[in-house]
């Protein structure tokens, strides 16, 4: 996401640049309307923004989203994690989205040979 220079921001929170491998899911309740793959652009404690693989249809703001974020960071340097967010979209074009973070948690998932 660009921002002009003299754009004010309005988040609450800071939003830390990070470009992490992400799966993201859009429910309409229980229902998935759109997936894919992509990457963060950047992550506060309120929201996230991420890049699509493929250009997507805007996301309708309010939507509910789930992004399953690889994380840097190892459980005990052997098992890898995943940050999972669920929140609503608030912005969305073809080529990134934002959503609000109404709730998360970090979960293991499995190991793979060449993982590191």
Request: aromatic share 8%; with cysteine; glycine share 6%.
């Amino acid at each position: 996401m660009e921002h002009n220079e003299g754009q004010m921001d309005r988040r609450k929170k800071r939003r830390f640049p990070m470009q992490r491998e992400l799966v993201y899911y859009v429910r309409d309740g229980k229902t998935v309307v759109a997936h894919g793959t992509g990457v963060t652009l950047d992550i506060s404690s309120n929201g996230a923004s991420f890049r699509p693989a493929e250009p997507l249809e805007p996301l309708k703001s309010g939507a509910l989203i789930e992004l399953s974020i690889s994380w840097p960071v190892w459980l005990g340097d052997e098992t890898p994690i995943r940050l999972v967010i669920f929140g609503k979209v608030v912005r969305s074009m073809a080529d990134w989205a934002a959503c609000a973070i109404d709730q998360h948690e970090f979960r293991t998932q499995a190991r793979r040979r060449d993982a590191r």
